[in-house]
């Protein structure tokens, strides 16, 4: 067979093999982009047979999301310390609120044992309010053990595992002092302490317990405290009687409470820090922003 | 699809959204679970399941646009089914002669049954009884909804070599649907 024959059996191709497609009509075929019309006679079946596989989804399909939010939830909030705290550069587009815990955690963190110095000052202890408030009344303290020391190093690990990114330039974390006391002090790890701190700010800052406690670096003092709901009696019990927590008072702000509203119209590119600025965090939070590393 | 919200919803569902999340899960679960029937449709709800688990963990480190995002959940999804097929593997060299696993479509399945309407479970049954290259091309071309180059780059094959998978899987339903006269129940 010469060259002239191959293009000659070209041309004659299609009589012969009804089967023959083109590129061009597999690709519509594919896509289900050719109208029935311009299906090839042989392959009508074949476009039937595509649409039914492509077709929209039975409702057995969509069973079991619940199952998966559950999983959804369980990893994104083993991991939302770390990320929080050792790499904001993935996430740059935080709400308002999510944003100020972070920005006050990572100073809590970063003054960590220094404790009033940098976070300021919270006006005068609220204790019977914020156990209101708070439901601590409920659930007194030694309902579970405390333990001071390993808790928050072990809540930090998760972090590193895993984060290559040089953002994580991991501002003075747990790791070089979580470890510091021994394990029968009585005094917990300065780390939980500047949690408690900034919990106790973020609380007042208006968010309630409620949104303080979605700020992701505190599920860690949920853990060391042994559940959301005793984090209020374990910070009681940590703070110094004027870093105590208070009512909020900026209740508006707060007030949005749970609405994780998914058409969260911020831009995609916008590094923008803090829609708005967190009006609190006097003074921590400007000398902390760089650390987030965006 | 998801469109124009899809960068939007994709950076909700990093920082820990449900909501957006579930709007991706909605998208691709229908699909993954088509993917899976057609590789191995036994086990084709564990290994959404352990896709989801592989989506969610690296959610917050993907980035791209919504065609890049499918293909990443597609390329997560395939290494579940290769992972699976190698421990089956196992266990069928163990366990049993190693035809016993050469049929990897279960259409008469009555959870399969539940899952899928009937004309979606046909097809599925009988594309998988392509060879299972051309199989998985066409079903990552037609069901993820995915272009012939991340088709490739998911299966690692040349885009041309995706292109004659394609095409010799089409022909080759063609022709079974051909003289069978109808989608043919398979096994």
């Known amino acids: 067979m010469g060259p002239g024959d191959a293009s000659s059996a070209d041309m004659r191709r299609p009589p012969f093999d009804p089967l023959a497609l083109d590129d061009d009509t597999v690709e519509r075929l594919v896509t289900g982009d050719l109208p029935p019309a311009q299906v090839p006679p042989a392959y009508a079946r074949v476009a039937q047979l595509l649409a039914a596989a492509a077709a929209a989804p039975s409702p057995g399909e969509l069973a079991g999301q619940a199952r998966v939010l559950a999983e959804f939830r369980a990893v994104t909030r083993g991991r939302r310390f770390a990320t929080a705290t050792f790499r904001p550069a993935p996430a740059p587009r935080r709400r308002r609120r999510t944003g100020l815990a972070v920005v006050v955690v990572a100073g809590a963190l970063a003054t960590g044992g220094v404790a009033g110095a940098a976070t300021g000052h919270l006006p005068g202890p609220v204790r019977e309010a914020a156990r209101t408030v708070l439901g601590g009344a409920g659930g007194a303290a030694p309902a579970t053990p405390i333990r001071p020391g390993p808790a928050p190093a072990a809540a930090t690990h998760p972090a590193g595992a895993g984060d290559a990114g040089p953002h994580g330039s991991r501002p003075g974390v747990a790791t070089s002092r979580g470890p510091g006391p021994s394990a029968g002090a009585p005094a917990p790890s300065p780390n939980l302490k500047g949690l408690c701190q900034a919990y106790a700010k973020a609380y007042a800052a208006g968010a309630g317990q409620g949104a303080a406690m979605e700020a992701p670096a505190f599920q860690a003092l949920a853990r ?26 900026d209740k508006d702000a707060g007030s949005s409470e749970n609405t994780r509203n998914p058409g969260d119209p911020e831009s995609p590119g916008g590094g923008t820090p803090g829609q708005g600025g967190p009006p609190p965090a006097p003074g921590g939070g400007d000398q902390n922003r760089p650390g987030r590393g965006l | 699809m998801i469109g124009p ?100 479509a279960a259409p008469d399945d009555p959870a399969a049954d539940a899952m899928e309407r009937v004309a979606t479970r046909e097809a599925l049954a009988m594309v998988a009884t392509l060879p299972a290259d051309q199989a998985e091309a066409i079903v990552l071309r037609v069901v993820a909804g995915l272009g012939v180059d991340r088709v490739a780059a998911i299966m690692g094959k040349r885009p041309g070599t995706v292109r004659v998978l394609t095409h010799r899987g089409l022909r080759r339903l063609a022709e079974h649907l051909g003289d069978g006269g109808r989608v043919r129940k398979v096994v």
């Open chain 1, 224 to 249: 060391a405290a042994g559940g959301e709901d005793k984090v209020s009696v374990y910070c009681e019990d940590l703070l110094p009687g004027d870093q105590r927590l208070k009512e909020p008072k």
């Open chain 2, 5 to 104: 919200d899809f960068p939007d919803v994709l950076g909700a569902a990093a920082r820990g959204d449900e909501e957006a999340f579930g709007r991706l899960w909605h998208d691709l679960q229908p699909r993954l679970l088509r993917y899976f029937r057609v590789a191995s449709a036994a086990v084709a709800d564990d290994l959404a399941s352990e896709t989801w688990l592989g989506v969610v963990r690296g959610l917050d480190r993907f980035q791209g646009n919504e065609p890049a995002f499918r293909a990443w959940v597609f390329t997560i999804a395939r290494h579940e089914v290769l992972d699976w097929r190698r421990r089956a593997a196992r266990r069928v060299a163990e366990h049993q002669p190693p035809d016993g696993l050469a049929d990897p």
